[in-house]
């Protein structure tokens, strides 16, 4: 997952790009986060009974072009269709940076260490914000908006009718959204504005034997020197040029066009089929067909 605020500014910026407004900004920035909330579900356990954070993980990796699709024919309140709208972005982000990601943290590359990938997102995240607003991090409404309770309720019965629908499996209504609030508390913690909670994820890494296992997430994060911008994509073994700078650019272009083609669909304008061949079908860890 590239990181919380990367997804909600993307969104944003695809949303002003495509030229539509979605009736619910909450909805919508809630979706740019994705199946991510889902990896937050009872934290403190290893293997939760209801096992949202592995849902989370084929959610990324399996049928992605399906599930954004059934989700969008389901969405019918204002709310569900922001959500929806927002999810589509999560994963035309996703599915841009993690190939660069992926290859940033390779053996020998600037990010080769433990959790990587971790410390490569967070440190794109506090970029940004320092790009948007000077320094600081970003505050928790700006990577983890609260949805008001009746759109929790329309969102949590979109996802609950969708995975049922795509993958066959029962979600308990009261588990999705209790992911909501699992998510808001993990990005709670790893907003560490005057280093207290850095220090408690590296006792946490300690106790776990995990090296990075939370600190990789805390914020804020310098980014590592020398980060190239000519780079192979390690599952298509292009040869690309441009970093992050021009794959979120591609990420917001690609997202006005999938904006619009939604609101088109939902004004009966545009078919299934025609929406499907927009969505595309990236699997979100290395934007290959899934
Ligand atoms: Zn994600």
Redesign the pocket.
């Known amino acids: 997952?590239s990181d919380a605020y990367a997804h909600l500014r993307t969104a944003r910026h695809a949303m002003v790009l495509s030229g539509y407004t979605l009736p619910s900004q909450n909805a919508f920035l809630a979706g740019a986060n994705?199946?991510?909330p889902f990896f937050s579900y009872r934290f403190w356990e290893s293997k939760p009974t209801v096992d949202l954070p592995a849902l989370a993980q084929r959610l990324?990796t399996e049928r992605a072009g399906e599930f954004l699709l059934a989700m969008a024919r389901r969405a019918l309140s204002p709310a569900q269709r922001s959500y929806a709208a927002g999810f589509v972005m999560?994963n035309t982000l996703?599915s841009l940076v993690h190939p660069y990601v992926a290859f940033l943290t390779q053996k020998g590359a600037v990010y080769d260490r433990p959790c990587g990938h971790g410390y490569c997102e967070s440190a794109l995240d506090t970029a940004l914000w320092h790009l948007d607003f000077g320094g600081g991090i970003a505050p928790l409404r700006e990577v983890c908006p609260p949805l008001i309770t009746g759109e929790l309720g329309e969102v949590a019965a979109l996802l609950r009718d969708t995975v049922d629908e795509v993958f066959g499996i029962q979600l308990p209504f009261v588990a999705i959204c209790d992911s909501f609030s699992h998510f808001s508390l993990v990005r709670w913690f790893f907003r560490s504005r005057f280093g207290f909670k850095k220090l408690i994820a590296r006792g946490i890494d300690a106790v776990l034997h995990k090296p990075g296992f939370a600190s990789s997430h805390m914020q804020p994060r310098r980014p590592a020197k020398d980060i190239p911008n000519q780079w192979i994509n390690p599952y298509t073994g292009t040869l690309l040029r441009g970093g992050f700078s021009s794959l979120l650019a591609a990420a917001e272009k690609t997202g006005a066009v999938r904006i619009r083609a939604l609101c088109l669909y939902w004004d009966g304008a545009l078919t299934e089929d025609e929406l499907k061949k927009v969505l595309g079908s990236a699997n979100?860890d290395t934007g290959l067909p899934c």
């Open positions: 997952m994705g199946p991510d990324h999560h996703d979100y």
